[in-house]
Each structure stands twice: as C-alpha cells, then as structure tokens.
Nanobody, 125 residues
Framework: QVQLVESGGGLVQAGGSLRLSCAASGRSLSSYYFMGWFRQAPGKEREFVATISRSGGSTYYADSVKGRFTISRDNAKNTVYLQMNSLKPEDTAVYYC?????????????????WGQGTQVTVSS
C-alpha cells in the first residue's frame, strides 16, 4: 500500500519561499499518471494547485500560483516537489500531495486515488 508523506511546510513571511516535498513508499510514483498538489484553507474547499505528468514533461498550474510555484519530480528518489516563491498570505493552507491513476481530470481532487496527510503552510503579512 502506498504512503505519501509531505514535508517542508512552515511559517514564512510574505515574499518568502518554501519547498514542499512528497516522498512515496510502497509504490513507484512513476506508475501514476499524475502527481498533484492541492491545498485547503480553513472554511474553504480543497483546491488544485499544480500537477505533473508521469514523465515530468507536462505541468499544469492554478492561475493563482502560475509564475510563482514550480512543481517537479525526481523519479529516482520517488519524490515530488513544490517550490513556492513570492508567497502571499492567501497561500496559507494545508498542502496535500496526491496521486492519480487517471490520464484525465487532473484538476479534480475527486479523481486522485492516493493522498498524503498534508503539511501546513502559513504566510504572515
């Protein structure tokens, strides 16, 4: 059974940077079609942040993070990353790593099959 473990969250000032990691055990991440990052702020629904294809050749971002966040993967380390720059207070949320067995619907949290436990990111103004 796969286990996804996020790390790298924390408290940062606005304009700062963080890099989140999602390490997998029990299954190769390259066996999934997409690896994604989602986030959920208090009182809000979980929302799509970014996703990356199996090979890493395709990446997709939410408009709210485009140009500031970068998703990447290292299949040899079985790890996916989310580099977050120019952070804003509205980026504050719990960030979740997710894995999808589907080649479609990568913006839809409901179509992801496996999830990590989440890591808190707090951006102060």
């Amino acid at each position: 059974q796969v286990q996804l473990v996020e790390s790298g969250g924390g408290l940062v000032q606005a304009g700062g940077s963080l890099r989140l990691s999602c390490a997998a055990s029990g299954r190769s991440l390259s066996s999934y079609y997409f690896m994604g990052w989602f986030r959920q702020a208090p009182g809000k629904e979980r929302e799509f942040v970014a996703t990356i294809s199996r090979s890493g050749g395709s990446t997709y971002y939410a408009d709210s993070v485009k140009g500031r966040f970068t998703i990447s993967r290292d299949n040899a380390k079985n790890t996916v990353y989310l580099q977050m720059n120019s952070l804003k207070p509205e980026d504050t949320a719990v960030y979740y790593c997710a894995a999808s067995n589907r080649a479609f619907g990568f913006r839809n949290a409901g179509l992801y099959d496996d999830w990590g436990q989440g890591t808190q990111v707090t951006v102060s103004s």
